[in-house]
């Protein structure tokens, strides 16, 4: 079972990755986006490593509400919006559990998933996080491994889409060819969820 110390280092370990990562994540951005998407969530992520260190919640889905609202109040443009909705819903859909299953956080997932799509008006193949997020939560009901297998597949299946939602979308067919930004950083998110359980 999953305690909130292992979501406080769910959201540690992908703070970690997104300081390492946040670079790579601007340059792909810089490409078919703002050029801000790393600085942002790396700003994002390390506001909720601090508040969690702070006010230290005692169940899962506070860990994950909290996350999301320090998201949300952080971290500009859409970045913040749509990471902030997938962890609020995340959290709100696990309840006031002390412990989850990885079949609870799956299903949990998969609404905070539906949230982001219902948030942003995307669906799959739509070059966004939705990419990366939609076969890991359905993949995560198989286990930790494979969710990350297909986060990271998901993430690199963008390169060849066009963009239909977002600021990609203005370039029309000029994004084609670019790995989207958003599946990139949630497939970290993802990444950092296997770490943790692994």
């Not at 079972?1 to 370990?13: K, V």
């Amino acid at each position: 079972m999953l305690d909130a110390e292992f979501f406080r280092r769910w959201m540690y370990t992908t703070a970690e990755a997104v300081e390492r990562e946040a670079d790579r994540l601007t340059e792909l951005d810089s490409a078919i986006g703002d050029a801000d998407h790393g600085s942002n969530l790396r700003r994002g992520f390390t506001a909720v490593t601090a508040v969690l260190e702070k006010e230290a919640p005692d169940t899962p889905g506070a860990v994950l509400t909290l996350a999301g609202r320090q998201l949300i109040s952080t971290v500009g443009g859409a970045s913040g919006p749509l990471y902030g909705t997938l962890l609020r819903r995340t959290g709100k859909a696990l309840g006031d559990d002390a412990t989850v299953s990885r079949e609870q956080l799956a299903e949990a997932l998969g609404a905070g998933v539906a949230a982001v799509g219902q948030l942003g008006g995307s669906a799959a193949g739509d070059k966004t996080m939705l990419d990366a997020l939609l076969p890991a939560a359905e993949a995560l009901g198989e286990s930790f491994a494979a969710a990350g297998e297909a986060a990271d597949a998901g993430a690199l299946a963008t390169v060849p889409l066009l963009a239909r939602k977002g600021r990609a979308s203005y370039l029309g067919e000029r994004s084609i060819g670019h790995q989207d930004p958003g599946a990139t950083s949630s497939a970290l998110l993802i990444g950092a969820l296997v770490a943790v359980a692994a």
